[in-house]
């Protein structure tokens, strides 16, 4: 398989600590993945990692087919990042600070840059000096400078963090169709699950500083269980009534008063309109569609949605 | 390697850098005068007297040298910009070898264009205020040269000495100040404490030598974020 990034055994410890462990990670290229993990549960620091912002303690690294060490670091040239939070020189302007970067990287193409600030609706104040940018801006300029050389590899930390609704539906529009149009490989990591989900193909849990699993999108909506909840307080005739009535069978009696009803074939309209004509008291009825968000809450605490 | 030391020039705040060498420029070069003046007049009947005054006030630099220090190594990790750098194809040995560069030779040019500007305004401020008692030579003029090459060397390896524990390891602008004016000092203080001042110098020179070294050696490890 042609992976973008694989790691194998990497390790970071600090102050006698564990940070990260024996992290296997497998990312093909042009797909989109996800980290998915709650607050210091070591994303960052992997990230940092596979960007050349921290040396690993141990484990070997591999981008794009290339080793990455100290030693060995011009794959870089293909990587775009912005980790935790945009850091620029505030008091150079957007464009100057643009410019910089691709001086680093050897890459001088004026078109280019003024397309990137344009996907990012950054063009008209490119002149203004950074330290008078919204959070917003500077994570939409902190895009800009990632996506510039065209990267075969894009990893972002938190991408949507300081963006307002509008902001978030570009960027997760900008990320599609770099990964669609230009075959771009994306590493993402944000607390938005739902956002997470409307994006990625494969996501990685991270507890602890370990990989849990990885697994793809369609993977858990195939294992999905999706039912309507219907509670009442007769049960057995509601029961008999979706079978007689409705030709529902495949459903379950949970407790006393629940059903969960598994078969789609009626509506939740069509459910509660013919308990009603037969004079059945509904407590409750409700659609349950399990998600990403379930999936992560059972991969790292058996299901319990933490506080 | 001559990009990457551009480079440092280009993400400085250069409007205060340039400020801050004009008021040093200013200061330096009215000193030696003020000195012979003010304290000493001693150090103005004989050349050997004047120039090792000039020398030993021109050590003032090394705190420019602490300022440059903290601007590019101290404050790069502070607003975390170095993260920008070490994400680049570059070796973090390359990066610090690129500043230290770029410091050694600011400091180098900036201490050369002191002497001269020191020189030329004590020269032409005694045909005002004649207070030296001896008439220049064409032999003292190869002598200022001379020295001025080896003192500015001088000063840029002083300047070093809190590189690599004050600045890389500690992060500490205050105590790379304190280190620095301790430092410059030195040399002035060491016929009090019967030391030869040649050796001081030597020492010290050597202990900025040191500081580079391990700067750029251990850059992987204590240079980490």
Redesign the interface.
């Known amino acids: 398989m042609n992976n973008a990034i694989r790691t194998k055994g990497l390790t970071k410890k600090a102050n006698g600590r564990e940070l990260v462990s024996n992290i296997n990670l497998h990312i093909i290229k042009g797909e989109i993945y996800g980290f998915l993990g709650q607050n210091g549960s070591g994303k960052t620091t992997i990230m ?1 990692m596979l ?5 690993p303690t141990c484990g070997e690294i591999e981008l794009l087919g290339n080793l990455l060490t ?2 060995t ?5 293909r990587v775009g ?1 912005v ?1 935790e939070y945009p ?6 302007t957007a464009i ?1 600070n643009v410019k ?2 691709c ?3 050897g890459f001088y193409d004026d078109k280019a840059i003024s397309e990137a600030l344009d996907l990012v609706h950054l063009k008209g104040v490119e002149k203004k000096q950074v330290k008078n940018f919204s959070l917003g801006m500077k994570q939409r300029l902190g895009i800009a400078r990632a996506i510039i050389t065209k990267p075969e590899l894009i990893v972002l930390d938190e991408p949507t963090n300081g963006l307002d609704p509008v902001g978030i539906k570009d960027v997760r529009d900008l990320i599609l169709m770099l990964n669609k149009d230009y075959g771009i490989t994306f590493l993402l990591s944000s607390h938005i699950l739902g956002e997470m989900e409307q994006i990625v193909d494969r996501i990685g849990v991270i507890n602890n500083g370990k990989l849990i699993n990885e697994v793809s999108l369609a993977d858990i909506r195939k294992q999905r269980t999706d039912y309507i909840e219907l509670v009442t307080t007769d049960v057995e005739k509601t029961v008999y009534l979706l079978e007689s009535e409705l030709q529902i069978s495949n459903m379950k009696i949970i407790q006393d008063k629940k059903i969960r009803i598994y078969d789609w074939t009626q509506s939740l309209n069509t459910i509660s309109k013919m308990l009603v004509l037969h004079d059945i008291e509904i407590e409750g009825i409700q659609k349950h569609i399990s998600s990403l968000e379930d999936y992560f809450y059972k991969q790292i605490n058996g299901g319990r949605h933490s506080e | 390697m001559n990009k990457l030391v551009k480079l440092e020039w280009i993400k400085l705040k250069q409007k205060s850098i340039l400020g801050e060498i004009v008021i040093y420029l200013s200061i330096l070069m009215l000193l030696p005068l003020f000195f012979i003046k003010m304290v000493s007049a001693d150090f103005g009947q004989n050349f050997d007297s004047l120039f090792e005054l000039i020398k030993s006030i021109q050590r003032g630099m090394v705190l420019l040298g602490a300022s440059m220090i903290s601007q590019v190594f101290i404050e790069e990790y502070k607003n975390k910009t170095i993260t920008l750098s070490f994400g680049y194809p570059i070796s973090r040995k390359k990066l610090f070898l690129a500043k230290v560069l770029f410091i050694a030779l600011f400091i180098f040019m900036v201490t050369i264009v002191s002497f001269l500007l020191t020189g030329v305004a004590t020269y032409l401020l005694n045909q005002v205020l004649p207070i030296i008692h001896f008439s220049i030579t064409g032999s003292n003029i190869v002598s200022y040269f001379s020295g001025m090459i080896v003192g500015s060397f001088i000063v840029t390896l002083i300047s070093f000495i809190p590189l690599f524990f004050f600045a890389i390891w500690k992060r500490a602008t205050v105590s790379t100040v304190i280190c620095a004016i301790i430092a410059m000092n030195l040399p002035n203080f060491s016929p009090i404490f019967h030391f030869n001042n040649e050796l001081m110098i030597v020492i010290l020179c050597s202990i900025g030598a040191l500081s580079v070294y391990l700067s750029i050696k251990t850059a992987d490890r204590i240079g980490e974020i």
């Open positions: 940092k960007t050349g912002l921290m040396i100290e030693k670091k011009s794959v870089l040239k990042s980790i850091i620029f020189f505030d008091h150079l100057e910089l970067h001086d680093y990287l």
